[in-house]
């Protein structure tokens, strides 16, 4: 089935570093590309995404581009906050559920940030 | 104002019990989900509704019973608890609708259930 492979974490950083978080995807078809992002004691949050090959989702300063060829959506932002200290899960829309048209979300493991001053 | 709240926010509760989770969400979504995500952070989907009808079951023990009483709702109820049930559960919502690429989902903060 499709699936998703996120690095394994905690990434720390200090703060205005660069980011880089690698996400590759197995799929059927042409999945959409998300990224989700917890902060502590919350739920999940979109925080972008990207529908088709070589689209770029963007928000918050950070960018993902969808890459058919390598089968990957890596998460980066040029310069870290302390406020962006969280678990970031990449996902994919997987194929049709029980013949009823509806997709669903297949998730990666997720991938702790911790920024430090 | 909160989009999609679960309760209780978290629950101890002794192996063999019976217990529910509630999940509410005020966005006029019409699709909503559980989700469980177990010590390792991973993320799994157990049930989605949309409008009130069951669209989404995965492999879940017939002990988790997924109820919508209308489409602003959608409670969780797991039988003779396990130890293996001990996890962070999370409801979401989204405007979904057939065929159409995947409308952005919105999480609840997670209802922590650790049974002992």
């Known amino acids: 089935g499709n699936s998703v492979t996120q690095m394994e974490g905690p990434v720390t950083l200090s703060e205005e570093a660069f980011l880089t978080i690698n996400c590759t995807y197995t799929a059927t078809g042409y999945p959409s590309l998300f990224w989700y992002v917890q902060y502590p004691g919350e739920g999940l949050q979109l925080l972008l995404k990207a529908t088709k090959a070589d689209d770029k989702g963007s928000n918050k300063g950070f960018e993902a581009t969808y890459r058919k060829e390598t089968t990957s959506f890596h998460l980066e932002k040029g310069s870290v906050q302390v406020s962006d200290s969280a678990v970031y899960f990449c996902?994919?829309?997987?194929?049709?559920?029980?013949?009823?048209?509806?997709?669903?979300?297949?998730f990666g493991t997720g991938t702790r940030l911790l920024v430090s001053p | 104002d909160t989009a999609v709240s679960q309760t209780p926010k978290y629950l101890v509760t002794q192996m063999g019990n019976d217990k529910s989770i509630k999940c509410e969400q005020n966005?006029?979504?019409?699709?909503m989900y559980w989700y469980k995500q177990d010590s390792k952070k991973f993320l799994k989907i157990m049930f989605s509704y949309n409008n009130k009808e069951l669209i989404i079951n995965e492999t879940v023990p017939n002990r988790f019973s997924p109820k919508s009483p209308d489409k602003a709702h959608l409670n969780l109820h797991i039988n003779s608890l396990e130890l293996g049930d001990s996890a962070v559960y999370f409801c979401?919502?989204?405007?979904?609708?057939?065929?159409?690429?995947?409308?952005?989902?919105?999480f609840g903060p997670g209802t922590r259930l650790l049974v002992l």
């Open positions: 979401a919502s989204s405007q979904d609708l057939p065929g159409v690429i995947r409308e952005t989902q919105y």
């Open positions: 966005l006029g979504h019409d699709t």
């Open positions: 996902a994919l829309s997987d194929g049709l559920a029980m013949n009823t048209g509806f997709q669903k979300l297949v």
